[in-house]
């Protein structure tokens, strides 16, 4: 099993939709959980960090935690063409290592 | 200059050829990190520096050769690659706030605009 597992997309959806993006990981003892989006040809940025059980919400971005199901996911509300990037999950696992997903590629049609 | 720094940007080698590259950081920062990134593959970390000391190693071939000289600066250093090491080389920075009963730790790792190498 990956450590980290996300679905490879691409994700389609149209402007204005809200976007679901998924993430998985193995480690239980996992404590810190990352999104970072990635332009093309750019450096991948942080968007959302989420700690605790539960949602927490930034602007259109809301970032969703379940420990006990070892999933976080990140929600786009109201979806805009400039949302189009690939989305990178990220977990600090129990054994101090910050592992990244593969990405998931989100295209947000007009 | 803010945030981390990355140079060269563009960078195409033979493989013969030694470059280094060059990461710094002005975030005041205590760990940095050397990701590599190729097509279609997740981010692969490849070297963490803690308080200028290597702390993570993660099976990085030899003709990877990383130097920390203080808390601000890392270099890479290549000697002898192989086409398949063509990549981005990313370079990032956190600060490590330890783990004993720090509730709100977190290790956002912030990232440099990368390396991009063609080794020919």
């Known amino acids: 099993q990956k450590e980290v597992e996300q679905n490879s997309g691409p994700l389609s959806v149209p402007e204005g939709a809200i976007a679901s993006l998924n993430c998985t990981y193995s480690d239980r003892g996992s404590q810190s959980f990352f999104w970072y989006r990635q332009y093309s040809g750019k450096s991948p940025e942080l968007i959302m960090f989420?700690?605790?059980?539960g949602d927490k919400e930034d602007g259109r971005f809301t970032a969703q935690l379940n420990k006990a199901s070892q999933y976080v996911s990140l929600l786009i509300r109201d979806s805009q063409p400039s949302d189009s990037a690939t989305y990178l999950c990220a977990v600090k696992t129990s054994y101090d290592k910050v592992i990244f997903g593969p990405g998931t590629s989100l295209s947000v049609i007009p | 200059e803010t945030g981390v720094t990355q140079t060269p940007r563009h960078l195409v080698m033979g493989m013969t050829n030694k470059k280094s590259l060059k990461c710094e950081q002005h975030l005041g920062h205590n760990a940095m990190y050397w990701y590599k990134q190729s097509a279609k593959k997740p981010l692969e970390l490849m070297f963490v520096y803690n308080f200028k000391e290597q702390t993570e190693n993660n099976s990085v071939p030899s003709r990877f050769s990383p130097e920390c000289p203080n808390s601000s600066h890392l270099f890479l250093h290549l000697h002898t690659l192989q086409p398949e090491d063509s990549a981005l080389y990313l370079c990032a920075s956190s600060q490590d706030l330890g783990l004993a009963g720090t509730l709100a730790y977190q290790e956002t790792q912030y990232f440099g605009p990368g390396t991009r190498l063609l080794v020919l």
């Open positions: 989420i700690y605790s059980n």
